[in-house]
Each structure stands twice: as C-alpha cells, then as structure tokens.
C-alpha cells in the first residue's frame, strides 16, 4: 500500500508529461501552418504595398486574427529575411514567432518539488517569396477594360521574343482565335485569357516563361511625354514629294507639318534625322514606297514622329500604311523622345491606326499609341527593338510577324526605363 501511494502521483506525473508532449507537439504544428500562411501572405503583400512597414502592419493584423497576437506573443517579421538561405534577398519574407506555452500537467507535478509553473517556449519559423518570373513585354494594350485588348485574329502567327500584357480586367482581355498561333516569353493580364477556334497561345519556354492572370496593373512608362500643341508651322500645306523629284525634293527634314504628309506610290524618301512633328494632321504612306533613315551618320541619326493637336484641339495619325511599302526607321536615341518611332498626343481620343506591313518593314523603337487602337497586318521580322504600347491592337489577316525584343539595342536607343517588366504578381512559393 505505500509502495502504491508512492508510485502513483509518479505515474500520474508521467501520463501528464505525455498529455502535455502531445499538446505541445499539436500546438507547435498548429502554429507552424500560421506562420507559413503568414510569411506567404506578407511575401504576397510585397506585389501590393509600397512599404515594409504597411506589410508588417498588415501581416500583424492577419495573425492576430489568427490568435497570434504580437502583444503577448514574440512576432518578427523580416522583409527582407536576416538569416538562412534566403538571407537579404529581395522578394522573400521570413516570420519568427515564439511563444510561452504552459504545460498544465507538468506544472502541476513541477509545482510540487519546486512551487513554480513549468513553460516551454514554441518557436516556429517560415520562409517565403519569389524571384519575379515574369520578363519585359514588348506587345502592351493599355485598355483597362475592353474584351480583346490584345486580340489575335484570322490566320495570324505572332514570335515574339518577348512578352505580351494588357491592363484590361475582362475575362477575355486577350483573344486568341481562328488559327493564330502566338507564340511568346511571357504573358501578363489584369483579366484572363480566352482561347477560341484553332486559336493557340504558348511560351517560348514552359519553365522560364509566366502566365500571369488577373495580374496588378503597370504604369504607362511615357504618360510624362511632353506633346507641344499649336507651333508655328514650318510646312503650312501637306507635303507630298513626287517620285521624279530630285534628291532634295524627296529630302524630307525635322521641323513642324502642319498638312501631313503623304507619300505617293513609288516615291523613295530619305529623313534627315530629327523629331517630325505632325501637327492636326496625318501621316500617309502608299504603296511601292520607301522611307528610311540608313543614309546618315553621328550620334543620334534617328527620326521620332511625334502627333501632337492643331489650334482646333485635332490630333493625327498614320492614316495609311500600305504592304508594300518598304519601311527601315530608327527612332533617335536622346532628348525628350528617345527611342520613340512615333508618338500620338492621348488628347486624340480613341482612333484606328492601320499598319499594313510587309517583308520590308523594319522598325527599330517604340510606337506609343495611348489612345490608338492598333491594327497590324501583314508580314514583317524585326531583330532589333520594337515596342508596340496602344490602347488596344489587334494582329489580323494572314501576317506573320517576328519581334525582338534585343535589350542591350533598346537600350541603346534610351528605352531602358520604357521597357515594361512583367514582374507581378510573382510565384510564391514557401521555401523554408
């Protein structure tokens, strides 16, 4: 009997002590799964606040509904992490969360021999983020809500050796039907993407390559650009040079058009570099035509045509782009309109831009078309740096077009800050 009564509280004790291993062990792993969560979320978080300090709020928050309350327990939280792996790299978030749990059995039978409580400290860490996967998009509609802001059409057959996006939220911002076959690096879309008919989009590169759907919206990199309207004319009438004309005549020079000008059939013009501004007026260029910019040297022997309002609040456009005209432009690569091919002044409200490009289209810079809805048939191949940012366009008919996207050559050009990375939203993934 009083071996008995001496064994027993021991055997008690010992019971206790493994009710309260498994409570421990249930209440480790419980808070284990939060702190992931959590270090996803403040991971996440990283595509949507502008500080550290709004995700650690925010993350806080989230865990205190959680029952983690920073109040009573020790929560960290490092944006970027400090230790591991993962230690000061960019696009990850780390949560330490340490906590005092009390063991009630074995405080109980500890209290005996001691007279004090018996706690044991839960910590718990987790390791979350990303490296952006997306690359730099080439192909951008600036629509934010059309259905079909990037739409490829017909027996279009896009490469492109870079990435298509578009702001529009509509489930179906980009179409892919008939039997276009779209192939590029990277995708990224405020809505989704809809595929109809033979209709094909895919990457370059499954594994290296995003699909971003209902992705955050990008900022116009050229929402800044200066578009001077209602200069003095230097050309008050259109100008329109004949193909019989003499060199000089087909010379056209930098300076303010206020007529347009219009490029007959079988005319072959020269451009001296500079910014050609068409000023309420359009640009035309017929069939059978060449217009080129390879006859000069220096530092900047690029051309920027720049479509900016007349007194009467009118914009222009490139009314007319025949197939086959021969087309080898270079956008200059300093000053206010670096890189810039052409430009439309948004004050020109929404408008149709047709390019009908053929084999012999070659463009080195940007068409920035923020109101313009972009249309472009035909046939080209560009190995250079071609950006393409309208309102929305659409590749139609039977083309079959080649980008690149060379980013040394972009850059070149004064593209650099131009370019749009479609970095968000990221993969995250919990990696310790």
Not at 142 to 150: D, I, K, Q, V
Not at 248 to 255: H, S, V, Y
Not at 271 to 277: A, E, T
Request: aromatic fraction near 8%; charged fraction near 20%.
């Amino acid at each position: 009997m009083t071996m008995t009564a001496f064994i027993m509280p021991v055997l008690i004790g010992f019971m206790g002590v493994a009710v309260d291993i498994s409570n421990w062990y249930l209440e480790k792993r419980e808070m284990q799964s939060v702190t992931d969560m959590a270090a996803m979320e403040a991971a996440h978080l990283q595509n949507y606040y502008d500080t550290n300090e709004e995700i650690k709020t925010a993350v806080k928050a989230w865990l205190a509904d959680k029952g983690i309350n920073s109040g009573t327990d020790q929560v960290t939280i490092n944006i970027p992490p400090s230790s591991g792996k993962y230690n000061g790299l960019n696009g990850f978030a780390e949560i330490l969360v340490d906590r005092d749990e009390a063991l009630y059995f074995s405080s109980a039978f500890f209290a005996l021999f001691s007279g004090e409580n018996f706690d044991v400290e839960v910590s718990t860490r987790a390791v979350a983020g990303g490296i952006d996967p997306g690359g730099n998009a080439c192909v951008v509609a600036f629509n934010t809500a059309e259905p079909g802001a990037l739409d490829f059409s017909g027996n279009a057959g896009v490469d492109a050796e870079c990435g298509i996006a578009t702001n529009s939220n509509h489930l179906q911002s980009i179409e892919v039907g008939g039997t276009s076959d779209v192939l590029v690096t990277d995708v990224s879309t405020a809505g989704d993407i809809y595929e109809f008919g033979n209709g094909n989009l895919s990457l370059h590169d499954e594994q290296s390559g995003s699909v971003s759907t209902f992705a955050p919206d990008f900022e116009d990199p050229f929402e800044d650009l200066p578009f001077p309207s209602n200069q003095g004319c230097d050309h008050a009438g259109t100008v329109s040079p004949h193909k019989n004309g003499s060199v000089e005549d087909r010379t056209l020079e930098p300076g303010v058009y206020c007529g347009g000008i219009d490029i007959g059939s079988g005319v072959d013009i020269l451009l001296k570099p500079g910014v050609y501004f068409i000023q309420g007026s359009d640009l035309e260029m017929q069939g059978n035509m060449s217009i080129d910019t390879t006859g000069y040297t220096g530092s900047d022997p690029g051309v920027s045509f720049i479509f900016t309002q007349d007194s009467g609040g009118n914009v222009g456009t490139i009314s007319k782009w025949n197939a086959q005209a021969s087309v080898n432009l270079t956008a200059k690569n300093s000053g206010d309109y670096a890189g810039l091919i052409f430009a439309q002044d948004p004050a020109a409200g929404d408008n149709d831009v047709h390019i009908n490009g053929g084999a012999n289209t070659i463009i080195d810079g940007a068409l920035y078309l923020p109101k313009g809805d972009l249309k472009f048939n035909g046939n080209s191949s560009n190995d250079g740096c071609l950006l393409l940012y309208a309102d929305t366009i659409e590749f139609t008919g039977t083309n079959d077009v080649n980008i690149d996207m060379d980013e040394t050559f972009c850059e070149d050009l004064g593209l650099s800050s131009a370019i749009i990375g479609l970095s968000n939203p990221r993969v995250i993934h919990l990696v310790e």
